[in-house]
């Protein structure tokens, strides 16, 4: 098993493609390579080297892909989202304890100034004119020594803080060997060889297209194909330039491209592609079956996170294997069921648990979650995902949501996930995200937001009829609230917490 990202990423045919991008020539694993040792030796001459803290905030693109890639194999990397404010780089950039800023030679944004009162080296990255894609050169006013030495097994690649939705986020670590497992297991469990095309379209400040779509690639000695970020209108076209064999998207992206399959029907005859990947979120039974059928391919749905540098379990590829409604069967770490409050493992539903080598060795200074969220059993370290859900008989997970998700009525429990389903089998809706709203008397209530299928013309009574006829009536949402949106977080996904607030139905504290 590699250990580190240089391991991963060696010895690769030197001439295959491994980065490309709209209108780019490719760039070659040779290419890559010298990129790297270009890199070093930039970092290492403005004083950055080994253990040093490097903020990336980069478009998506194939620039940002290569700049993880090369920076992880010097120093250690902090992607962050660049559509943050200046408040916002002003915590994560302190709260980080980063020294240098990577920004594009032109940018002149809240980053650069948060990165400046703070006192950080200022990295310049410019792309030479004609350069293939992912090609390009550092230069910064620092000079100094850094650490030259390569980063080892137990060295710190990535760190990336946790979407708290509720509280301040936390900081989660990722080794060196966690980055090399879960991309290794990524590549075992999707059978990539270096024939395979990836096209990204994930955010690269998430750990979901910088191990899944990028990481994983490149350790088969495959290529990825780096679009500029996520736009349905221009999917197929794209499609058509870089002819995949696989995307990877988060379930909200995949509805959108379904909603423009249609008029795009020779294009995906012409791009045959092997599967298509879900993660970040659950993946409605009834867009996993959609998809399938419009792209005559498997639709392979995995289970992620960030403390476990992305993935645990993933259905298996075979045609027929995958079960709509479920996420996979372990696909990489041990994953087992433990009791919510209590540190033991049980049966039946409860807490998922996983125990691996991609899984993070603990939040940096964090005492208290780290408490809360690992715990010693049956002679392994447990890492709590805050998921609730279950294994079939056939060994595949199936989540029943996240256990703050789930909504409390006035001491029933409901699952938000299987409320999604049954008004997702009403034919006028297109998008639906339940959640818990405020209630004097039952604490919560159940609410849900939706939107319909074009030219749909659903009422929020037909809605309500239809759950009342499918489920408990305890279930069954008060509210349903019909939009031409669902507010989206910054990776795609829609976020149930807060949403009651977001859409005006409570009183903001």
């Given amino acids: 098993m590699h250990e580190t990202m240089s391991a991963l990423l060696s010895g690769h045919d030197g001439a295959a493609p491994a980065i490309g991008a709209p209108g780019r020539d490719w760039l070659s694993y040779e290419g890559l390579r010298t990129l790297t040792a270009e890199v070093k030796a930039a970092l290492n001459g403005m004083g950055i080297g080994k253990g040093d803290r490097v903020a990336i905030v980069l478009p998506n693109g194939p620039e940002m892909a290569t700049a993880f890639v090369s920076i992880a194999q010097v120093a250690t990397t902090a992607p962050l989202n660049p559509a943050y404010r200046e408040e916002e780089y002003d915590f994560y950039l302190s709260d980080l304890k ?27 990255l410019s792309v030479p004119e004609g350069a293939p894609a992912g090609a390009f050169a550092l230069s910064s006013d620092a000079s100094g020594t850094g650490d030259a030495a390569s980063p080892s097994a137990d060295d710190v690649a990535l760190i990336l803080h946790t979407s708290g939705t509720t509280s301040r986020p936390k900081i989660v670590p990722l080794l060196q060997s966690n980055i090399a497992a879960s991309a290794e297991h990524i590549k075992v469990s999707l059978e990539l060889t270096a024939a395979d095309r990836c096209m990204n379209v994930m955010p690269l400040f998430h750990i979901h297209g910088l191990i899944a779509a990028v990481t994983a690639s490149l350790a088969a000695g495959a290529s990825v194909w780096c679009a500029p970020g996520f736009d349905a209108l221009r999917f197929f076209g794209w499609m058509k330039e870089a002819q995949p064999t696989w995307y990877t998207a988060v379930p909200t992206m995949h509805q ?60 298996p590829l075979a045609s027929g294997t995958q079960k709509p409604g479920a996420v996979g069967i372990p696909a990489g770490p041990q994953m087992r069921i433990a009791h919510e409050t209590e540190n033991h493992l049980v049966d039946g539903t409860g807490e998922v648990v996983i125990s691996g080598p991609n899984v993070t060795p603990g939040y940096e200074g964090n005492p208290e979650a780290n408490e809360k969220n690992f715990f010693e059993a049956e002679g392994e370290r447990w890492f709590r995902t805050g998921d609730q859900g279950a294994f ?88 349903v609230i019909i939009l031409d949106e669902i507010p989206k977080g910054a990776t795609g996904k829609m976020q149930r917490i807060g949403l009651a607030e977001k859409l005006g139905l409570v009183e903001k504290a």
Avoid at 105 to 120: E, R
Avoid at 437 to 466: N, Q, S, Y
Wanted: hydrophobic share 45%.
């Fill in 256 to 315: 959108a491209i379904l909603s423009r399959a249609g008029r795009n029907a020779d294009v995906i005859a012409a791009t045959p592609l092997r599967f298509l990947r879900s993660s970040s979120a659950s993946l409605p039974a009834q867009v996993m079956v959609a998809l399938n059928e419009t792209f005559n391919a498997p639709v392979v749905e995995a289970y992620g996170m960030t403390e476990a540098a992305h993935q645990m379990a993933c259905n």
């Fill in 392 to 479: 079939d008989g056939d060994g595949y997970l199936h989540l029943t949501g996240r256990l703050k998700e789930i909504i409390n009525r006035g001491g029933e429990k409901i699952s938000p996930l299987e409320v999604d389903g049954v008004l997702l089998d009403h034919p006028d809706v297109a998008q639906v995200v339940t959640f818990a709203m405020p209630h004097p008397k039952l604490g919560e209530e159940v609410a849900a937001a939706l939107v319909l299928k074009d030219g749909a013309t659903a009422t929020e009574k037909d809605i309500r009829a239809f759950a009342a006829e499918r489920m408990a009536d305890f279930k069954v949402p008060r509210k």
């Fill in 98 to 124: 980063a020294k240098a800023l990577v920004v594009m030679a032109d940018y002149d944004g809240p980053a650069l100034a948060a990165a400046t009162k703070a006192g950080m080296t200022i990295v310049r």
